[in-house]
């Protein structure tokens, strides 16, 4: 009869764990099966292939996705913040794993970690020998150079600590957080182009480097890897017309060329006349000057009076800013847009949430957004993002009209107001500049507050276009009923508040902000 218990026999050996992931037995990059690339266009003769295909390198990567902790490994990778008290399922599963001696060493020993720093510690009751701590970005769209050098730094110290200490195998977690912001996507395209450059450099410091992700991040590190580390001559091909603009520098580190110094190596008179035909005459200043004896210091223009040189310093630095800015603000939009139009994004159009419809009675085209289709949490706000300006760029050139239907929403179908603003400061200016009208249809007390609030302290430049309405006739007000395309819920809902028939007076038409 069965005891239900153990026997010797069926116990495992002292100390031992089972839930130990061994790296040997995980399959390498080089070992991975390829998917199915379309035949692409003969390279032409001379076009170089940036990242080409190495085996030494792919055999050294591994893609998995799982607990880092469980990993069998020299070393493995903890993402957290500046204090490393970060309060999240992973670096509390490190801490726990570890035992209360990492606490203190943490605590004794490193106590801050800047953001783009690593420092390192042992990893005590873990199964890795040290714990490499590193604090990754907080991502905002006004600063994205300063982010992608931050993460670009994360990624490079922690690979130059780890090859400093001799660890030849190294759990890489994703140090990109949507935690702190990141778009996934963008930040896996920094950490592999970093991990390749540095292999190139270092190759023979490593064994292994396993990339360990999320559930959320796995498919995303599956679709770049072959763009950096192609695994065959196809691969090759398929990565030129597929990697980002920016590919950095030697490093892997972003790179923006109006601020690159360029310095010429000891230069000389000839070699500076050749380079700037427009170099000045040497001025013969007994010419210049009034040739009397008795200066005329009234009529020289040496005498006349000009504006404080601090002032007309300033403004010359505030337009250089300026135009700075906005050189950055089109490069950032440009890219995402180069990748709206790229990348298959038909899981968001699915949702049947943002759609193109007919025109208003003055033909401006019309853009509908359905809120209630749109959940937040089953929905990459980056991929959104993407579909967006891939549904928008066709029609900003010229005067548009958004609908948006704010019919049933709940709290599930309202993005944060930071990615509201993250997405108002990304888009090109032609989208404020020519935005006729926004119409808000069923609009509720706190969607009012919340557009006041959005509107003034954020967007005021479209502020005077923003309209709420009390119903679908005070739309048909402004548009044809066949030229925009209604969700029946909305008609339901709307029949329910308002009545079968209602008529709406030519000066209630619309209720401003």
Partial sequence: MSTGLKTTEDMDPLGARSDVIEVEKLTRWNLTQLPE??????RQDGKTVPFPWRNDLNAKIILWGGDITCLNVHAIVHTTNEHLTDQNPQSDLIFEKAGPALQVEVKNSIKVCKTGEAKITKGHNLLARYVIHTVGPRYNIKYLTAAESALFCSYRSTLQLAREYGIRTLGLCCIHTTRRGYPPESGAHIAIRTTRRFLEKYGGSFD????VCAEETLDIYRRILPLYFPRNNKEEDFAIDHLPNDLGNEDGEPVIEERQIRIIDKPTFAALRANHDDLEETIDLNQEFCPSTVLDVGHHPFSHMEENPDNSRHAGVTKNNTEQKKLDSRRRYERFLKRAKSEDLTDIAGLRCLYRTGTDRCGRPVVVFIGKQFIVDAVDPERALL?????MEPVVDKDYVVVYFHTQTTKRNQPPMNYLKMAY????????????YFYIIHPTWWSKLATWFFTTFTASDIKPNVHNLKGVQYLYSKMDPDQIDVPPFVMDYDTQINGPRYHVPPEDSSDGL
């Fill in 37 to 42: 690339y379309h035949e692409t266009e003969q």
């Fill in 387 to 391: 579909y967006l300006v891939r549904v």
């Fill in 208 to 211: 292994t480097i396993v990339f």
């Fill in 425 to 436: 400061n990304l888009l090109d200016n032609r989208y404020k500049k020519n935005l006729k």
